[in-house]
């Protein structure tokens, strides 16, 4: 069994800045690719940032200079640090993680996603 356990999100007013935690639990071989997306109303979920173990971070344009993603790889945690937030950040945040877990003695490949976490900010 595998968990993806999201905190941080909140409300700021604009110009402000929230840290988003991830942290993935459970039978875990190996995490590969971390990040998160979001989906604000009405819209498509989108791609804010993803980093491989050991890679370069990648990021959405809109995000580019404000957010930071990082992770912890003894923790198995990814952060994602944001600044100079705008209204049109507000939405749903979603971490994902492509992680190995092992099960009745195989390795699987899966992708998980967290339950979600609600950043609103104000204007």
């Known amino acids: 069994q595998v968990q993806l356990v999201e905190s941080g999100g909140g409300l700021v007013q604009a110009g402000g800045s929230l840290n988003l935690s991830c942290a993935a639990s459970?039978?875990?071989?190996?995490?590969?690719?971390m990040g998160w997306f979001r989906q604000g109303p009405g819209k498509q979920r989108e791609l804010v940032a993803s980093?491989?173990?050991?890679?370069?971070?990648t990021y959405a344009d809109s995000v580019k200079g404000r957010f930071t993603l990082y992770r912890d790889n003894a923790k198995n945690t990814v952060y994602l640090q944001m600044n100079s937030l705008k209204p049109e950040d507000a939405a749903v945040y979603y971490c994902k993680a492509l992680l190995a877990t092992v099960a009745a003695g195989a390795r699987y490949v899966y992708l998980y996603w967290g339950q979600g976490t609600q950043v609103t900010v104000s204007s």
């Open positions: 980093i491989s173990s050991g890679g370069t971070p």
């Open positions: 459970g039978s875990i071989l190996s995490v590969n690719d």
